[in-house]
Protein backbone atom coordinates (compact mmCIF):
# COMPACT_ATOMS: atom_id res chain seq x y z
CA UNK A 1 0.00 0.00 0.00
CA UNK A 2 3.19 2.32 0.77
CA UNK A 3 4.62 1.68 -2.45
CA UNK A 4 1.08 2.18 -4.28
CA UNK A 5 0.83 5.50 -2.40
CA UNK A 6 4.00 6.75 -2.90
CA UNK A 7 3.45 5.95 -6.91
CA UNK A 8 0.62 7.73 -6.75
CA UNK A 9 2.08 10.83 -5.40
CA UNK A 10 5.17 10.98 -7.47
CA UNK A 11 2.79 10.54 -11.41
CA UNK A 12 0.65 13.32 -9.61
CA UNK A 13 3.31 16.04 -8.72
CA UNK A 14 5.05 15.10 -12.08
CA UNK A 15 2.54 15.48 -14.13
CA UNK A 16 0.33 17.70 -12.07
CA UNK A 17 3.56 20.13 -13.16
CA UNK A 18 4.40 19.10 -16.99
CA UNK A 19 1.33 17.51 -18.16
CA UNK A 20 -1.52 19.47 -17.80
CA UNK A 21 0.29 22.37 -18.89
CA UNK A 22 -0.25 21.05 -22.29
CA UNK A 23 -4.23 20.69 -21.74
CA UNK A 24 -6.70 23.34 -22.66
CA UNK A 25 -10.05 24.12 -20.82
CA UNK A 26 -11.40 22.52 -23.84
CA UNK A 27 -9.39 19.53 -24.10
CA UNK A 28 -9.86 18.77 -20.39
CA UNK A 29 -13.27 19.37 -20.40
CA UNK A 30 -13.67 16.26 -22.91
CA UNK A 31 -11.57 14.14 -21.14
CA UNK A 32 -13.48 14.42 -18.12
CA UNK A 33 -16.91 14.25 -20.43
CA UNK A 34 -15.36 10.70 -21.82
CA UNK A 35 -14.20 9.29 -18.23
CA UNK A 36 -17.46 10.24 -16.86
CA UNK A 37 -19.48 8.30 -19.21
CA UNK A 38 -17.09 5.52 -18.68
CA UNK A 39 -17.81 5.26 -14.90
CA UNK A 40 -21.35 5.58 -15.40
CA UNK A 41 -21.36 3.50 -17.82
CA UNK A 42 -19.50 0.38 -15.61
CA UNK A 43 -22.04 1.35 -12.96
CA UNK A 44 -25.21 0.24 -15.07
CA UNK A 45 -23.01 -2.77 -16.30
CA UNK A 46 -22.58 -4.07 -12.88
CA UNK A 47 -26.51 -3.50 -11.38
CA UNK A 48 -27.21 -5.72 -14.84
CA UNK A 49 -24.60 -8.53 -14.56
CA UNK A 50 -27.40 -10.52 -11.86
CA UNK A 51 -29.44 -10.92 -15.20
CA UNK A 52 -26.66 -10.74 -17.96
CA UNK A 53 -23.63 -12.91 -15.63
CA UNK A 54 -21.59 -11.42 -18.58
CA UNK A 55 -18.22 -10.81 -17.02
CA UNK A 56 -16.38 -9.46 -19.78
CA UNK A 57 -18.41 -6.15 -19.49
CA UNK A 58 -17.23 -5.49 -16.20
CA UNK A 59 -13.36 -6.66 -17.03
CA UNK A 60 -13.52 -4.63 -19.62
CA UNK A 61 -13.31 -1.58 -17.77
CA UNK A 62 -9.47 -3.08 -16.80
CA UNK A 63 -6.18 -2.91 -17.93
CA UNK A 64 -4.35 -6.47 -18.66
CA UNK A 65 -1.99 -5.00 -16.32
CA UNK A 66 -4.61 -4.19 -13.60
CA UNK A 67 -2.95 -4.07 -10.06
CA UNK A 68 -4.92 -2.42 -6.77
CA UNK A 69 -5.29 -2.46 -2.86
CA UNK A 70 -8.41 -3.11 -1.09
CA UNK A 71 -8.62 -2.69 2.61
CA UNK A 72 -4.86 -3.60 2.57
CA UNK A 73 -5.41 -6.57 0.54
CA UNK A 74 -3.77 -7.16 -2.84
CA UNK A 75 -6.26 -7.22 -6.19
CA UNK A 76 -5.81 -8.60 -9.56
CA UNK A 77 -7.56 -9.29 -12.70
CA UNK A 78 -7.61 -12.82 -12.04
CA UNK A 79 -9.43 -12.17 -8.46
CA UNK A 80 -11.67 -9.64 -9.77
CA UNK A 81 -13.09 -12.11 -12.53
CA UNK A 82 -12.90 -15.46 -9.58
CA UNK A 83 -15.39 -12.71 -7.23
CA UNK A 84 -17.78 -12.22 -10.94
CA UNK A 85 -17.76 -16.21 -11.75
CA UNK A 86 -18.24 -17.38 -8.19
CA UNK A 87 -21.22 -14.33 -8.18
CA UNK A 88 -22.48 -16.03 -11.32
CA UNK A 89 -22.64 -19.56 -10.26
CA UNK A 90 -24.49 -18.69 -7.34
CA UNK A 91 -27.40 -16.54 -9.65
CA UNK A 92 -27.05 -19.66 -11.67
CA UNK A 93 -28.42 -22.09 -8.77
CA UNK A 94 -31.38 -19.87 -8.55
CA UNK A 95 -30.59 -17.09 -6.21
CA UNK A 96 -32.61 -13.66 -7.00
CA UNK A 97 -29.41 -11.51 -6.48
CA UNK A 98 -29.38 -7.99 -6.72
CA UNK A 99 -27.23 -5.08 -7.10
CA UNK A 100 -27.61 -1.35 -6.69
CA UNK A 101 -24.39 0.70 -6.78
CA UNK A 102 -23.97 4.58 -7.33
CA UNK A 103 -20.68 6.80 -7.80
CA UNK A 104 -20.66 10.01 -5.67
CA UNK A 105 -18.28 12.62 -4.98
CA UNK A 106 -16.48 12.03 -8.56
CA UNK A 107 -13.37 14.53 -9.16
CA UNK A 108 -11.66 13.78 -12.18
CA UNK A 109 -7.85 15.02 -12.27
CA UNK A 110 -6.32 15.07 -16.08
CA UNK A 111 -2.98 15.08 -16.70
CA UNK A 112 -2.89 14.44 -20.54
CA UNK A 113 -5.08 13.76 -22.77
CA UNK A 114 -4.29 9.54 -22.19
CA UNK A 115 -3.61 9.41 -18.18
CA UNK A 116 -5.88 10.51 -15.12
CA UNK A 117 -6.60 10.44 -11.50
CA UNK A 118 -10.27 9.98 -10.63
CA UNK A 119 -11.22 9.65 -6.44
CA UNK A 120 -14.36 8.93 -6.02
CA UNK A 121 -16.75 7.14 -3.09
CA UNK A 122 -18.41 3.82 -4.32
CA UNK A 123 -21.99 3.09 -2.51
CA UNK A 124 -22.93 -0.45 -3.32
CA UNK A 125 -25.19 -2.33 -2.09
CA UNK A 126 -26.29 -6.44 -2.84
CA UNK A 127 -29.44 -7.72 -1.59
CA UNK A 128 -31.34 -11.39 -2.10
CA UNK A 129 -34.71 -11.73 -1.59
CA UNK A 130 -35.72 -7.79 -0.56
CA UNK A 131 -32.82 -8.45 2.40
CA UNK A 132 -29.87 -6.65 1.93
CA UNK A 133 -26.60 -8.78 2.77
CA UNK A 134 -24.01 -5.85 2.11
CA UNK A 135 -23.89 -2.26 2.09
CA UNK A 136 -20.84 -0.16 2.39
CA UNK A 137 -19.14 3.15 0.91
CA UNK A 138 -15.70 2.78 -0.58
CA UNK A 139 -13.48 5.20 -1.09
CA UNK A 140 -11.47 4.90 -4.42
CA UNK A 141 -8.47 6.76 -5.62
CA UNK A 142 -7.83 5.18 -9.28
CA UNK A 143 -5.32 5.73 -12.10
CA UNK A 144 -7.21 5.16 -15.81
CA UNK A 145 -5.16 5.57 -19.16
CA UNK A 146 -6.50 5.34 -22.57
CA UNK A 147 -6.16 2.85 -25.04
CA UNK A 148 -7.40 3.44 -28.16
CA UNK A 149 -10.65 4.73 -27.62
CA UNK A 150 -11.16 3.60 -24.31
CA UNK A 151 -10.17 4.40 -20.67
CA UNK A 152 -8.99 2.01 -18.34
CA UNK A 153 -8.34 1.46 -15.05
CA UNK A 154 -4.51 -0.11 -14.31
CA UNK A 155 -4.24 0.92 -10.85
CA UNK A 156 -6.35 1.70 -7.89
CA UNK A 157 -6.31 1.74 -4.65
CA UNK A 158 -9.85 1.67 -2.45
CA UNK A 159 -10.56 1.27 1.61
CA UNK A 160 -14.39 1.30 3.36
CA UNK A 161 -14.84 4.07 4.40
CA UNK A 162 -14.58 4.23 8.81
CA UNK A 163 -11.61 2.01 8.13
CA UNK A 164 -13.13 -1.26 9.10
CA UNK A 165 -14.65 -3.83 6.76
CA UNK A 166 -17.62 -5.37 7.46
CA UNK A 167 -15.54 -8.44 8.35
CA UNK A 168 -13.70 -6.39 11.13
CA UNK A 169 -16.53 -5.48 12.67
CA UNK A 170 -18.13 -8.91 13.08
CA UNK A 171 -14.82 -10.11 14.52
CA UNK A 172 -15.33 -7.40 17.27
CA UNK A 173 -18.48 -7.71 17.84
CA UNK A 174 -18.51 -12.25 17.39
CA UNK A 175 -14.98 -12.48 19.33
CA UNK A 176 -13.89 -14.38 16.12
CA UNK A 177 -14.69 -15.45 12.72
CA UNK A 178 -15.04 -19.42 12.60
CA UNK A 179 -16.59 -19.28 9.17
CA UNK A 180 -16.30 -16.81 6.81
CA UNK A 181 -19.11 -16.04 4.10
CA UNK A 182 -18.71 -14.10 0.31
CA UNK A 183 -21.46 -11.43 0.17
CA UNK A 184 -20.95 -11.55 -3.44
CA UNK A 185 -21.18 -14.95 -4.26
CA UNK A 186 -22.86 -16.35 -0.76
CA UNK A 187 -20.49 -18.67 -0.66
CA UNK A 188 -18.67 -19.56 2.94
CA UNK A 189 -15.46 -20.75 3.53
CA UNK A 190 -13.70 -22.41 6.82
CA UNK A 191 -10.36 -23.02 8.29
CA UNK A 192 -8.32 -25.09 5.84
CA UNK A 193 -10.56 -23.90 3.04
CA UNK A 194 -8.42 -23.00 -0.62
CA UNK A 195 -10.25 -19.51 -0.17
CA UNK A 196 -10.63 -19.01 3.85
CA UNK A 197 -7.50 -17.07 4.41
CA UNK A 198 -7.76 -14.79 1.32
CA UNK A 199 -11.57 -13.94 2.39
CA UNK A 200 -10.45 -13.33 5.69
CA UNK A 201 -9.16 -9.81 4.63
CA UNK A 202 -11.29 -9.24 1.50
CA UNK A 203 -13.90 -6.41 1.48
CA UNK A 204 -16.38 -8.40 -0.16
CA UNK A 205 -16.04 -10.98 3.55
CA UNK A 206 -18.88 -11.72 6.60
CA UNK A 207 -18.43 -13.15 9.21
CA UNK A 208 -20.67 -15.94 10.51
CA UNK A 209 -20.34 -18.25 14.01
CA UNK A 210 -21.31 -21.97 12.52
CA UNK A 211 -22.16 -23.53 9.04
CA UNK A 212 -25.70 -23.85 10.38
CA UNK A 213 -25.30 -19.82 10.97
CA UNK A 214 -24.67 -19.77 7.17
CA UNK A 215 -26.57 -22.00 5.94
CA UNK A 216 -29.76 -19.92 7.96
CA UNK A 217 -28.79 -17.25 5.74
CA UNK A 218 -29.35 -18.70 2.62
CA UNK A 219 -24.75 -19.19 2.02
CA UNK A 220 -23.73 -22.59 0.89
CA UNK A 221 -20.38 -24.30 1.69
CA UNK A 222 -17.04 -23.91 -0.43
CA UNK A 223 -16.18 -26.62 -2.76
CA UNK A 224 -12.60 -25.98 -2.49
Not at 77 to 100: C, N, P, T, V
Not at 184 to 196: F, K, M, V
Request: proline fraction near 2%.
Amino acid sequence: MKRYTASVLLITALLGLIGCQGLSDKDRARVKAEIEASVNQASKDLEEFPKSLDRARLLKYYAADFSGMRDGASVTLKDMGKSFDDLAEEIKLGSAIGISTKVTALNIQPFTERLALLTYHDETKVGQGGVVLRDSTVNCSTLVRKDGDTWLVFHEHCSTMGGMTNLALLQQTLGGCAVVGNTRSLIYHTPGGQYYAQMQVSPDATCFKSEDDARSHGYRPSQR
